[in-house]
């Protein structure tokens, strides 16, 4: 992917930063390998893109075998943070970790703005 594309996406995840609780974010592709991210320096890039790939990965083949095709998202809560993985197309994720009090509501209509700007940033 060229620099031109990862400073828009960089610009789309600063954007969905500054107006929600987000403690960080990160955009991957479907083998866990990051395009960008912005995480907390404790964090280590490579394990948290492995992870969320595989867990949505787990929840794609879970939902095929009840007979669904389509996830909208996954969440997943610890005692201080959540995890909301996205499917962005059949390539890409988006990966956010959140304060656990965040308001959901606000995230997910500021999130799919973020996303629609993220396909069309993706298919240039």
């Known amino acids: 992917m060229n620099n031109s594309k990862i400073e828009s996406l960089n610009k789309e995840l600063e954007k969905l930063e500054a107006i929600s609780d987000i403690i960080g974010i990160a955009i991957a592709n479907r083998n866990g390998l990051l395009t960008t991210s912005i995480l907390p320096i404790d964090v280590d890039e490579r394990k948290f893109g ?3 790939a595989t867990m949505f990965g787990a929840i794609e083949t879970a939902a095929l075998t009840l007979g669904s095709d389509t996830i909208n998202n996954i969440t997943v809560e610890f005692n ?4 909301i ?3 962005i197309d ?4 988006l990966v956010s970790m959140l304060d656990i009090n965040t308001n959901l509501g606000i995230f997910f209509i500021e999130i799919e703005e973020t996303i629609t700007n993220i396909k069309k ?3 240039r």
């Not at 201080?80 to 995890?83: D, R």
């Not at 059949?90 to 994720?93: A, E, G």
Request: net charge negative.
């Open 80 to 83: 201080n943070y959540q995890i």
């Open 85 to 87: 993985v996205m499917g």
């Open 50 to 52: 492995a992870m969320a």
């Open 121 to 123: 940033i993706l298919s």
């Open 90 to 93: 059949d390539q890409v994720i």
